[in-house]
């Protein structure tokens, strides 16, 4: 592949990531179905047609947008825990990398919880297939320290954290992240192994 076709791919890849961005952010202050292709290609200094050479529909923006962030989650996760010594650093890992997301993607979790209902019946099962990956993970992970708890006790600590850790959008946004990042992961840590 020449230099050319790979500085192409690179630009390509960016404005995507940036349509997606400015899309997240739009979403999240104004609501899916009040934001117009036009709007987030403004944002970044596109023509709303020149959306369309990488989406065909606001929707997609949508679905491309959720389903990107769960895959990354995903991946994250399982990344933590392949390189994680034991359960406990992997619970750690994990949290750590939860909180991370929650404070770096606010508006995608604003997005998320009221929008996730905008995508076709298809995005939404990839969705909520990925998520629940995410869960499986974590339980994985929890089930090794708590080997006698049932798997249905650590899936609702697992949801109860990420309920938690994900209301940052609402309830820290004006606060210094690293003191969220601290409080949020000591009480997850909290949430999770306290028997």
């Known amino acids: 592949?020449?230099?050319?076709?790979?500085?192409?791919?690179?630009?390509?890849?960016?404005?995507r990531a940036a349509l997606l961005d400015a899309a997240a952010t739009?979403?999240?202050?104004?609501?899916?179905?009040?934001?117009?292709?036009?709007?987030?290609?403004a944002a970044v200094g596109v023509s709303?047609?020149?959306?369309?050479?990488?989406?065909?529909?606001?929707?997609?923006?949508?679905?491309?947008?959720?389903i990107d962030v769960s895959r990354d989650l995903v991946a994250g996760g399982n990344a933590v825990?392949?390189?994680?010594?034991?359960?406990?650093?992997?619970?750690?890992?994990?949290?750590?990398f939860h909180v991370e997301f929650a404070l770096s993607n606010?508006?995608?979790?604003?997005?998320?919880?009221?929008?996730?209902?905008?995508?076709?019946?298809a995005d939404r099962l990839a969705v909520?297939?990925?998520?629940?990956?995410?869960?499986?993970?974590?339980?994985?992970v929890l089930g090794g320290i708590h080997p006698s708890t049932p798997v249905s006790e650590l899936r609702?600590?697992?949801?109860?954290?990420?309920?938690?850790?994900?209301?940052?959008p609402h309830s820290a946004r004006s606060s210094p992240k690293s003191a969220v990042r601290s409080l949020l992961e000591t009480m997850a840590l909290a949430a999770l192994t306290t028997v």
């Open 128 to 140: 909520r297939t990925l998520q629940r990956s995410y869960i499986d993970a974590w339980v994985g």
């Open 106 to 121: 606010a508006d995608v979790i604003v997005v998320q919880d009221r929008d996730l209902d905008s995508l076709t019946a």
């Open 81 to 96: 825990i392949r390189h994680a010594p034991d359960h406990d650093s992997a619970l750690r890992g994990l949290i750590a």
């Open 1 to 15: 592949m020449s230099g050319v076709e790979t500085a192409r791919k690179r630009a390509k890849a960016n404005r």
């Open 26 to 41: 739009q979403f999240a202050d104004r609501g899916f179905a009040r934001v117009s292709l036009e709007d987030i290609g």
């Open 156 to 168: 609702i600590r697992v949801r109860a954290t990420f309920g938690l850790i994900n209301s940052t």
């Open 48 to 66: 709303g047609p020149a959306v369309y050479r990488h989406f065909a529909n606001k929707q997609a923006v949508l679905a491309a947008m959720l």
